[in-house]
């Protein structure tokens, strides 16, 4: 009896106070600034360099490129960028690597598919994916710039 009367003094309590769910999808979430989500990538300042694909540590990205078909510029064109969400961790680690900044993070989570074949991102895909783009890249929160 003592256990029941105190269960009802705690529904009782709670029924008075404000809600706190969310309407979503209705009203989109508002993520943390430094929220890790979704990539972006940029296939134009991309030099090849395949530091993000060495760091990852789930090996979800694969990078590779041709020689620059004009024989006056050096270094390689980007040839396929892809991304396999699907082990993806979205750990942060191949942004903070690029050293031209070609992928940043997002602000964008939603990832849900039926099938597991639509997980496989690619360049295109992630080019598209342009909205929510994270302001403070590769700062690691200091006031005056990051390692860079």
């Known amino acids: ?33 430094r929220f890790r989500g979704i990539q972006y990538f940029d296939p134009e300042k991309c030099i090849v360099c395949n530091q993000c694909a060495r760091i990852c540590p789930t090996d979800c990205i694969t990078l590779t490129g041709k020689p620059n078909p004009d024989p006056e510029k050096k270094g390689k064109v980007i040839d396929t960028f892809d991304v396999n969400f699907e082990i993806c961790i979205l750990c942060d680690l191949c942004t903070e690597v690029c050293p031209t900044e070609a992928i940043v993070m997002t602000n964008n989570f939603e990832l849900a598919a039926y099938s597991r074949d639509e997980l496989f991102k690619d360049r295109e895909w992630l080019f598209d994916n342009d909205t929510n783009i994270r302001l403070d890249n590769n700062n690691i929160g200091s006031p005056k710039g990051g390692a860079k």
Do not use: A, H, R, S
């Not at 029941?4 to 009782?12: A, I, P, R, W």
């Not at 008075?16 to 993520?31: C, F, L």
């Open 1 to 33: 009896m003592k256990g029941m009367l105190k269960g009802l003094g705690v529904t009782l309590k709670t029924m008075g106070t404000k809600k706190v769910t969310y309407e979503y999808p209705d009203v989109p979430i508002q993520m943390p600034e």
